[in-house]
């Protein structure tokens, strides 16, 4: 058996046992440890989790980029949706580009018996954005295939209890529009509710009612294929970068606000973990150099013994580092079982709720990622070590037999 090893395992309970002022900071240390160790895997994996909400899921609210043609006499408003590939390898840096959908956006009013207000009708085709569908979609088991035919809106679910109507209910929509001399004109259109929606967003829920292109084009009296606008989706890491290879001067650039607000807020969420990373690791730095200039003191009896016998620095010194492997592998089993624990729980259960409004998610996200708990760990054991490494090395060299028994 490995004397020092041995020698460390027998002596460390045993003193602190004796010894109340060890065992007090013997407690503080692998209690700072084990908390260290929980509030960085929360801090970690609820701010990831943030960001891959973010990333994943509210980025497909809409694009992130829309185009549209100047309005002029000599120039069509419109795009020929079978033309947007060309337009793409034309003016676009493809592989940046995500996904490009054709859409057609109008004002329209609604009445009901509860309320009137003026709201904005969407005009997709069945193959928009399906993620969109997949995550906002509250109803995907009510019309699942032909939600977005000719006939069927989608509303979002804040709309539906504001105009006390329900899915399958019949809704009666005034389009808008305006003669030569500027004169408005409606044209009304029942549809049918066939789905609800809800994004958290309030500037996209409290507003849009979703549907067919189809409905549009008949409406107005387009012919097939032309939409008004290109709704681009750029992935996260892509937001920043210029994706056109050359601006036509007939195009209208749109960048949507709200993505400005979702980069700074994921560049909050960094500043986050970096600040409390370093609070965690200051703490636990300051903890174990405290540990081991008390652990030192206490130990100086036995130092002095053990070259009084004839065991050299390195032997000394290889005890204390087994000392904190000692303080250090029940803490980190504690804090790694209590921490994945509530990280499960909460990724499982949605144990914590938060205000959807504010927050866009309704609950705390988790994200689990085994790199960064390992990075972690790895990060509380190389504090440890650090902090005992040089200091302990240091006293035990200058530590001189005849000196402490002269002490003692």
């Known amino acids: 058996m490995n004397f020092e090893w041995f020698f460390s395992q027998k002596t460390v309970w045993e003193d602190c046992r004796k010894n109340q002022t060890l065992r007090t900071i013997v407690i503080i240390t692998q209690t700072t440890i084990i908390f260290g160790l929980i509030i960085s895997f929360l801090t970690f994996s609820i701010g990831f989790g943030f960001k891959e909400i973010i990333k994943d899921k509210l980025l497909n609210v809409r694009g992130q980029i829309l185009i549209h043609k ?14 947007k590939n060309c337009l793409l390898k034309k003016f676009f840096k493809s ?17 009901t018996n509860k309320k009137i207000d003026r709201y904005i009708f969407k005009g997709l085709y069945e193959d ?3 993620a969109f569908f997949q995550n906002f979609l509250i109803t995907k088991n009510v019309f699942s295939k032909n939600f977005l035919c000719n006939q069927n809106v989608l509303v979002s679910k804040k709309v539906s209890l504001s105009l006390g109507l329900n899915v399958g209910s019949n809704i009666k929509i005034d389009f808008l529009s305006f003669d030569k001399k500027r004169n408005p004109i409606f044209f009304e259109k029942t549809f049918i509710i066939s789905g609800l929606y809800e994004t958290g967003i309030p500037e996209f829920d409290d507003v849009y009612i979703i549907g067919n292109i189809k409905s549009i084009q008949k409406i107005y009296g387009w012919k097939k294929n032309l939409v008004e606008k290109l709704e681009i989706f750029v992935s996260y890491e892509n937001l920043k970068k210029e994706i056109f290879k050359k601006k036509p001067k007939e195009f209208l650039v749109q960048n949507i606000k709200s993505n400005h607000d979702l980069i700074k807020w994921i560049n909050i969420f960094d500043v986050n973990i970096v600040v409390i990373s370093l609070i965690i690791f200051t703490s636990v730095t300051i903890n174990m150099i405290v540990f081991i200039l008390i652990l030192l003191l206490e130990r100086i009896r036995t130092i002095g013994i053990l070259k009084t016998l004839g065991a050299k620095n390195q032997v000394i010194h290889k005890i204390f580092l087994f000392y904190i492997v000692q303080i250090l592998i029940p803490s980190l089993i504690i804090g790694n079982s209590i921490g994945i624990t509530l990280l499960v729980l909460q990724k499982k259960f949605h144990l914590i709720s938060l205000n959807k409004t504010q927050y866009f998610v309704d609950f705390v996200p988790i994200f689990i990622n085994i790199f960064h708990l390992i990075i972690i760990n790895l990060s509380i054991v190389f504090i440890c070590f650090i902090t005992i490494f040089f200091p302990s090395l240091f006293f035990i060299k200058k530590t001189h037999p005849i000196k402490v028994i002269e002490f003692e």
Request: aromatic fraction near 12%.
């Open 70 to 83: 100047e309005n002029s006499k000599t120039n069509s408003p419109f795009f020929y949706r079978i033309k």
């Open 95 to 111: 592989d940046l580009v995500k996904q490009i959908h054709g859409i057609s956006e109008k004002n329209v009013i609604i009445s």
């Open 128 to 130: 928009y954005n399906p």
